[in-house]
């Protein structure tokens, strides 16, 4: 059976955590979308259309990987596209307690055979989340080294640094 994996974040902007994600991800299903979330109730960086070409960018190198994006609940967007998994990537013991709440209760919503598979980010990017990102850059702060170079081009132009 070929599966076909979703990985969803807002990805604004995307971090070297997502990346390591995706690229590990990437190695373990046939197909693997990466889903950029629509919540119109929150304030991005990027827009929609800018977060997919980064997106796009950073994993070009990846042949079975493309990008797609959704709005509403994450199990009727699973359940249309026909996905077998679900990634969730995890950075600590916080992530994972709010994690398997959101995995139990979207196992009740899924179609048979549905899995969420939780990935550990490298420890390296344990600490970063986009919320830091944006902070520490539109202050002044390096962020070099934490996000793709393609995404700290754009933040540079968002900025104007």
């Known amino acids: 059976m070929k599966t076909k994996a979703l990985y969803t974040g807002s990805f ?11 690229t590990r991800a990437s190695k373990l299903y046939d197909r693997l979308v990466i889903g950029v979330i629509v919540n119109p109730s929150k304030k991005s960086l990027f827009s929609l259309e800018e977060r997919e070409e980064m997106i796009r960018g950073v994993t070009a190198g990846l042949p079975n990987v493309e990008v797609d994006h959704f709005s509403g609940l994450l199990a009727d967007y699973v359940n249309a596209k026909e996905f077998n998994v679900v990634v969730r990537g995890l950075r600590g013991t916080s992530d994972f307690e709010y994690e398997i709440q959101m995995a139990q209760m979207n ?13 550990m980010t490298d420890p390296d990017c344990s ?3 986009s919320s830091m990102i944006k902070e520490v850059h539109s202050l002044g702060g390096s962020v070099d080294g934490l996000i793709p170079e393609i995404i700290l081009e754009y933040m540079n132009k968002k900025n104007k640094v």
Do not use: K, Q, Y
């Open 127 to 129: 600490f970063v989340s």
């Open 107 to 119: 196992a009740r919503l899924f179609r048979e055979n549905v899995e969420t598979v939780f990935l």
């Open 12 to 22: 604004d902007p995307l971090t070297n955590g997502h990346l390591d994600i995706i």
